[in-house]
């Protein structure tokens, strides 16, 4: 897939500029052509020297450069390749591609280019949560761009945990297989394949974490696994996927566009933000309740024995609201049921409140080990009555869920 391409490999000033040597290597052995653009921030980490001896190509690093002017210029750059590949990109980085400044070769090239862009993003916890990055990876996002991670993780140089590592080489090789085997097809022979090819699909997966104090939350025992089967299958089938996914273990999808949030009601804003769509499907289980109070530090013991009270205030549904709005509900709109009990008269009263299309009903009573498990037995309710499936995979699921969503769009 990757073979004969041109990337164009824009990376920016971060530790995380050490893995772009090796995401050199990955994409060489795949057969791709690297040209390698360098930021004064990523000469701090790693030299052109070695960029240059792994891409065997020469390495940008000056708007202004006399040679590269007259040989190739950035307007060259930006044009002539296949992919532009940002790894790592920096919060700065990406403020910058944002409001379409161009103050040095690297955003010159971002702001002259019509080519797809993946991004991989790589910054301390802190700088990634911040509102301001948040506000850019949404623009990015409206203006086209495809984002691979960050992760989850440990970072080099403070040892903070929380989102933000640079996704690894591999992850980033395969989201730009995958952006490829989209941008590829012309032909409606190749169309006819991709069944969800054009379509934009915004998918909820995984738990939601409710802080209770700096260091306690409110959880559920939600994987992922099934949201995410669903994201990376109709990503398989041609769709531009947005896919909202609470804290989880199971890697991102290739060639989906990740956002990750912790709670609720970032849920509610980053789906918000990924509309409109040509179908929405919440799989997430959002916690129902929050705590009513927000403390700052972490809640002590006093030594008295007394238990502090816990008191809890009602979440945003996201479904619902999406399913009563008037111009960002999508012309198909899925939700799941997690049920133990009355699977199918709860599944249908969701339906109706929520003004679902589809109710993908489940049962997750703990002897059916659903929950974190790797197959489920489904049960789809609507309007025109209930379809039972049998038992089977999450990713067979995913596959027929996609399918059935395809011949809907295409009806
Ligand atoms: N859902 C949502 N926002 C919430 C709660 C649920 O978007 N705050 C969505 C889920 O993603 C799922 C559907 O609503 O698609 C049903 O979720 P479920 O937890 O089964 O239903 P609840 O509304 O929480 O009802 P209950 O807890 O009473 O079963």
Do not use: C
């Amino acid at each position: 897939m990757l073979n004969g391409k041109r990337i164009v490999l824009i990376i920016s000033g971060g530790i995380a500029a050490y893995k772009a040597l090796d995401l050199i290597r990955r994409l060489k052995e795949r057969g791709a052509r690297v040209i390698p653009v360098m930021t004064r921030g990523a000469q701090q980490f790693i030299t052109p020297l070695a960029v240059g001896s792994l891409s065997a190509e020469k390495v940008y690093t000056e708007l202004f450069d006399r040679e590269a002017e007259q040989d190739v210029g950035h307007i060259r750059l930006a044009r002539d390749n296949d992919l532009i590949l940002i790894a790592p990109a920096t919060a700065d980085l990406m403020a910058k591609m944002a409001h379409g400044i161009a103050d040095d070769l690297a955003t010159a090239v971002l702001l002259a280019t019509d080519k797809p862009v993946l991004v991989a993003p790589a910054m301390n916890p802190k700088m990634w949560a911040n509102p301001a990055t948040a506000r850019n990876v949404e623009t990015l996002t409206q203006d086209g761009k495809v984002f691979i991670g960050p992760e989850r993780g440990e970072m080099a140089e403070s040892g903070e945990a929380g989102l933000g590592r640079m996704s690894e080489p591999l992850e980033i090789v395969a989201a730009a297989e995958a952006l490829f085997s989209r941008e590829t097809v012309s032909d409606p022979a190749a169309k006819a394949d991709l069944p969800l090819y054009g379509k934009h699909i915004v998918i909820t997966s995984g738990p939601t974490h409710e802080p209770i104090d700096p260091v306690r939350y409110i959880a559920n025992r939600s994987s992922g696994k099934q949201g995410h089967a669903i994201a990376a299958a109709a990503a398989r089938a041609g769709a531009k996927v947005t896919l909202i996914s609470g804290p989880v273990t199971v890697p991102d999808p290739a060639g989906v566009t990740v956002v990750k949030v912790e709670t609720a009601r970032q849920m509610l804003e980053a789906v918000q933000a990924a509309l409109p769509a040509d179908v929405a499907i919440m799989a997430a289980a959002v916690a129902d309740w929050r705590a009513a109070t927000d403390f700052d530090q972490k809640i002590k013991k006093d030594g008295s024995g007394k238990v502090p009270a816990l008191s809890l205030t009602e979440n945003p549904d996201i479904l619902a609201t999406i399913g009563h709005h008037a111009t960002l509900r999508p012309g198909l709109l899925i939700g799941f049921a997690a049920e133990t009990q009355n699977l199918i008269a709860n599944a249908q009263s969701k339906l109706a409140r929520k003004k679902a299309d589809w109710i993908v009903a489940n049962d997750v009573s703990p002897e059916g080990g659903v929950m974190g498990g790797d197959n489920n037995t489904v049960r789809i309710v609507s309007a025109k009555g209930v379809e039972d499936w049998p038992q089977m995979g999450k990713d067979d699921v995913a596959a027929r869920l996609v399918a059935r969503i395809a011949d809907f769009l295409n009806a």
